[in-house]
C-alpha cells in the first residue's frame, strides 16, 4: 500500500469543523477512518450524481489506499468537479497522475491546489517530485526549496533536493544535502540508506576517492546486507588503495552466497573494475562458481561493451593443467579467434590488479599472443566433441543398464546439453525395469532418434513422502 500523507488528516481536519457535510459524507468517512476501504467503494447514495464532491473524495482515497489508481483518478476528478475549491483533492488528483505517470497533468493538479492554499510545503514537493521525473531538475530545485520554507516540511525533502542537484550537476551541493538528510533521517528510514549511498557516489564523482571508500564502509557497517554497495567499493578499493582490505568484502559476499543471502541478480558474479579503453567501457568480473569456456575453466572475464551496448570481444582467465600443475593464462577472444598469451601465467587466486594491469598491455598491443587459433567457433565444436564423447562413457544411457545416474530432472538436462548440444526433445517417458524407475528421453541428434535413459530412484517418490 502506498504511503498515506499525514497531510491528509491534518489539513481536513481544520475544513471538518469549518464546512458541514452531507450525510453521505458522515457514513462514508467513518468507514474510511476504520480503513473499510472496499465497503467505502461499494457505497452508494440513492442517486450516485448526489454523492457532493466530499463524499467523491473519500471514495478517491479508498482506491488510493488500495493502489487503483485509474478509479482513485476518476473519483478524484469528479470531486473537483464538484468542489474546485478543495485544494486537497487537486492535491491527491496529482498524485494519482504522478503514479500513472502522468506527470505534467500532475503538475497542473499541484498548480491547482498551490492557487488555493499556496502554504502547505506537500504541495510544492510533489511538484518537484514531477518535474524530477520528468528530468527537469532546474524546476524540481526550486520547488523543493520552496517546500522547505515551511517549518512542517517533510525530512525526505532534503534527499530528494540533493538528488536535484545532482540532475543538474551541481555535486558539491547535492553532497551536502545528502550529507545533512543523514543528520535529521532515522537511519531506519529508507531515504536515509539510499543517502549514505548516495554519497559514496558523489565523492567517486568528484575524484574525492579516500572519502568515497570512507563513505562506502560506514555504509556497508550500517547496512551489512548491501551487497551491491559492497561490491561498488571493492572496484574502488582495488582502483584507489594499495591494501588488500577488500578481500573482506570479498571474502563476505561469498559467504553470503553460500548462505543464500545475496539477491538473485548479484548471485553469479562479483564485478570488481570498471574502466574506459578507448570507445569501450571494459567491465571485470569474477565468477563464484567456475565456468566452462567452453572448453577450459574460466573464473575472471574482462567484458568489453560498446556504445550499442554489444560485446565486439572479451579476455578471460582460463584454467589449463599442464605437467600435472595448474596454470592460468589470458586467453582474447576477438571476431572468431583465439589469442593465446603465455606472457601471463597464474596460480593461487586473488590476482585482480595484476590481471588488470595485464588485461591492459593485451589492449594496447603491448604484448604478442603466443598462439592464435582461428575459426574459435569451428575449433570450439570439435573440442566439444572431443571433450564430451559419449562413446567413451561406460553408462552412456542407451539401455537400462547403462543409464545414467542422475539426482534431479535438471541434471538430465544438464547432461543432455554436454553431450548433445544441439539435441532435439521428442518426449519423455517414466519406466519401471526390476522395480527401478527410469526417465526416458526421446531426443533426436544429426536426424536420428535416439532414447536416452536415466535412473532416478535418489529422487523418485521422495515428493510424495515429503507430503
Request: glycine share 4%; with cysteine.
Amino acid at each position: 500500500m502506498k504511503k498515506i500523507s499525514l497531510l491528509f488528516t491534518i489539513f481536513l481536519l481544520c475544513s471538518f469543523l469549518l464546512n458541514a457535510q452531507s450525510r453521505d459524507a458522515k457514513k462514508i468517512k467513518k468507514m474510511l477512518d476504520e480503513e473499510q476501504y472496499e465497503q467505502v467503494l461499494e457505497y452508494k447514495s440513492k442517486k450516485e450524481h448526489r454523492l457532493d464532491g466530499k463524499s467523491l473524495f473519500y471514495k478517491g482515497v479508498s482506491a488510493y489506499n488500495l493502489s487503483q489508481d485509474e478509479k482513485a483518478n476518476q473519483y478524484f476528478s469528479m470531486s473537483v468537479a464538484k468542489d474546485p475549491t478543495d485544494a486537497v483533492a487537486h492535491y491527491y488528483k496529482g498524485l494519482t497522475e504522478f503514479y500513472l505517470k502522468q506527470y505534467r497533468d500532475a503538475i497542473a493538479s499541484y498548480d491547482k491546489a498551490i492557487q488555493i492554499t499556496d502554504t502547505i510545503s506537500e504541495f510544492y514537493e510533489a511538484k518537484g517530485d514531477a518535474y524530477s521525473k520528468l528530468g527537469d531538475f532546474d524546476s524540481a530545485v526550486e520547488y523543493f526549496k520552496k517546500a522547505m520554507q515551511y517549518t512542517d516540511c517533510s525530512k525526505d525533502v532534503y534527499t530528494s533536493l540533493a538528488y536535484a542537484f545532482s540532475g543538474v550537476g551541481l555535486l558539491d551541493s547535492a553532497l551536502y544535502y545528502y550529507e545533512f538528510a543523514l543528520i535529521i533521517l532515522d537511519p531506519e528510514d529508507r531515504m536515509y540508506r539510499i543517502a549514505s549511498n548516495n554519497i559514496g557516489i558523489l565523492y567517486r564523482m568528484t575524484e574525492q576517492y579516500e572519502k568515497s571508500i570512507a563513505a562506502y564502509k560506514q555504509h556497508i557497517a550500517m547496512f551489512p546486507d548491501d551487497y551491491a554497495v559492497m561490491m561498488e567499493c571493492i572496484q574502488n578499493m582495488l582502483k584507489y588503495e594499495e591494501t588488500e582490505e577488500y578481500l573482506v568484502y570479498l571474502k563476505k559476499l561469498y559467504e553470503a552466497r553460500e548462505n543464500g543471502d545475496l539477491p538473485a541478480d548479484l548471485s553469479d558474479m562479483i564485478y570488481f573494475t570498471t574502466f574506459q579503453w578507448e570507445e569501450y567501457l571494459i567491465v571485470a568480473c569474477e565468477l563464484f562458481e567456475e565456468e566452462d569456456s567452453p572448453i577450459f575453466p574460466c573464473k575472471y572475464k574482462y567484458v568489453a561493451i560498446d556504445n550499442d551496448d554489444n560485446v565486439p570481444f572479451w579476455i578471460q582467465l582460463e584454467k589449463e593443467t599442464i605437467s600435472g600443475e595448474e596454470l592460468h593464462r589470458l586467453k582474447l577472444v576477438k571476431k572468431d579467434s583465439l589469442f593465446v598469451y603465455s606472457n601471463f601465467e597464474y596460480t593461487g587466486k586473488n590476482h585482480h590488479r595484476t590481471l588488470t594491469h595485464a588485461v591492459l598491455q593485451i589492449l594496447n598491443n603491448e604484448v604478442a599472443p603466443d598462439t592464435i587459433i582461428a575459426p574459435y567457433r569451428e575449433w570450439v565444436k570439435q573440442a566439444l566433441a572431443q571433450k564430451y564423447d559419449v562413446t567413451k562413457l561406460e553408462n552412456d544411457g542407451s539401455s537400462f543398464e547403462k543409464a545414467i545416474k542422475v539426482n534431479s530432472v535438471t541434471e538430465e538436462y544438464e547432461w543432455l546439453r554436454k553431450y548433445y548440444p544441439d539435441f532435439e526433445m521428442i518426449s519423455q517417458g517414466l519406466y519401471f525395469e526390476n522395480n527401478i524407475p527410469y526417465d526416458v528421453l526421446s531426443i533426436i541428434v544429426d536426424g536420428v532418434e535416439k532414447k536416452v535413459h536415466f535412473e532416478i530412484s535418489s529422487f523418485f517418490g521422495k515428493f510424495l513422502l515429503d507430503e
